[in-house]
């Protein structure tokens, strides 16, 4: 049985997330795609770090809806939760693919560039002579990655549109509580948090006191309640 995340920080209450979650997962749900499309957690930050900022979190369960293995020699033994592809794929990935996480033989070549390269995805080598091999990788699926070079938001993968929606919620917490908790002065540098499909509008789910949004995380989840009433999640800029 999945083990429950931790309660939001008392700056954000839980039906905040809920309600976000639900709305975004509806509009999905009426906007299908050849792939399920990736749900994302918008930080912003008050200041910018100094130094290039990175950290891994850690989810509750894999934010990619499918899982591939490329490689030429297959292991013995093959999860049946990892599909196949040949080495010639890394030239250019299935869209499916692409929405999913990619594992790579490790003796195979990644291209870093051209057609092979571009939207490729999350691409993890793994060494398919580890007896534990499966294992290290579905942990690599349950790490996303923080990273801060230039400006103050920054965009942390968190889910799926397949995703049911209290799956996508545990997430989402993990997610919003790890971020706020490596970012430079914790949550006293995050200014907004959102939640976010490619192409949906930004559901808040909290704005910090005295920043010119809402002022408290009763002001975010009374928004996104708007949003599911009133339909306000419809396609946004394509990010």
């Known amino acids: 049985m999945m083990a429950s995340a931790p309660a939001p ?3 954000l209450g839980r039906e905040a997330v809920v309600r976000a979650v639900g709305a975004l997962l509806r509009w999905l749900k009426h ?18 770090p100094v130094r290039r900022f990175e950290h891994h979190l850690s989810l509750p369960l894999s934010p990619f809806p499918s899982i591939f293995l490329v490689a030429d020699r297959l292991p013995d033994e093959l999860p049946d939760d990892i599909e ?7 030239r250019s990935l299935p869209a499916v693919a692409r929405r999913g996480l990619v594992l790579v033989d490790s003796r195979l070549k990644i291209p870093s560039s ?13 060494d398919l002579a ?9 942990e690599a699926a349950r790490r996303v990655e923080l990273r801060v070079e230039a400006g103050t938001c920054r965009a942390v993968r968190v889910g799926h549109a397949a995703m049911a929606p209290e799956e996508a919620v545990e997430n989402v917490v993990a997610a919003l509580e790890a971020a706020a908790a490596c970012v430079p002065r914790k949550w006293r540098n995050v200014r907004a948090l959102h939640l976010k499909a490619p ?13 010119g949004g809402n002022d408290d995380s009763k002001d975010a989840e009374r928004q996104a309640a708007t949003a599911v009433e009133q339909g306000r999640v419809k396609r946004g800029r394509k990010e």
């Open 31 to 48: 906007h299908p795609s050849p792939a399920p499309e990736p749900i994302y957690l918008l930080v912003t930050l008050k200041t910018a």
């Open 130 to 138: 580890d007896p534990a091999w499966a294992e290290s990788a579905r």
């Open 199 to 211: 192409e949906s509008i930004a559901l808040p789910l909290y704005s910090a006191p005295g920043t």
């Open 9 to 11: 920080n008392p700056r």
């Open 114 to 126: 051209g057609k092979g390269a571009k939207g490729r995805g999350r691409i993890v080598p793994v």
């Open 84 to 90: 196949t592809l040949p080495s010639s794929a890394l």
